[in-house]
């Protein structure tokens, strides 16, 4: 069964800083994989997906991943934080369905 | 494309009561997925269907709970009766097969939440 884990349900970073948001993966196969994010009291929206293509994927609002199959991981990451990055996010794995992971609380001090 | 539409945003119900949660996939996509998120459990898959017909419902918690889909159009998620720890929030999901083995994403919908008292 394909499973991701999501280090550090909160993170909190400066504005300006590194976001680096942690998500291992749990595959037999190569896998699919995805983060979403979250806002507040809204439905879950794709920032980016690996489909095998190429190992750094870039999404929206400034955010990328790279898959790393030595590592098994797929971290998030964006060089400067802004304010409207607070949110939770959740790396997911799958193909016809998804598994998420437990989801990390992004919070961003000004 | 106006994207996932779920009805209602908010439902406060009483437990025992049965409850009705209702989906609109996007237009032309052939899956269709329903999830629960709680504070304790996170997103949790309670079933997904494919050009309408139930793939795995393996994630539905007991026989309260039941889903259909009879048209690809359109999907309903019932409780009956509905308990307190039912309460959570529900969304709908809806995705197609991209071709050559590989997925979209799936497109979620704003949710429902569910409170039973």
């Known amino acids: 069964a394909q499973s991701v884990t999501q280090l550090g349900s909160h993170v909190s970073v400066s504005e300006g800083a590194l976001v680096l948001l942690r998500c291992n993966y749990s595959?037999?196969?190569?896998?699919?994989l995805f983060w979403y994010v979250q806002y507040p009291n809204q439905g879950l929206q794709l920032l980016l997906k690996?489909?095998?293509?190429?190992?750094l994927v870039k999404g929206i609002n400034g955010f990328e991943a790279e898959f790393k199959k030595s590592e098994t991981s797929f971290h998030l990451t964006k060089p400067s934080a802004h304010m409207s990055d607070a949110a939770e996010y959740f790396c997911a794995v799958g193909d016809e369905k998804l598994t998420f992971g437990t989801g990390t609380r992004l919070t961003i001090i000004p | 494309d106006a994207g996932v539409i779920q009805s209602p945003r908010h439902e406060v119900t009483e437990m025992g009561q049965e409850v009705t949660l209702r989906c609109k996939p996007i237009?032309?996509?052939?899956?269709l997925f329903w999830y629960r998120q709680t504070m304790m459990r996170g997103l949790e898959l309670l079933i997904y269907?494919?050009?309408?017909?139930?793939?795995?419902d393996s994630g539905m918690p007991e026989d309260r709970f039941s889903a259909k889909m009879p048209n690809a159009s359109f999907s309903t998620l019932k409780i009956q009766p509905s308990e307190p720890r039912d309460s959570a929030v529900y969304f709908c999901a809806s995705s197609f097969e991209g071709g050559q083995g590989w997925s979209t994403e799936a497109f979620f919908g704003q949710g429902t939440r569910l409170t039973v008292v």
């Open positions: 269907f494919n050009n309408n017909v139930p793939i795995d």
């Open positions: 595959s037999s196969v190569p896998p699919y």
């Open positions: 237009s032309g996509h052939d899956y």
């Open positions: 690996y489909t095998s293509a190429a190992t």
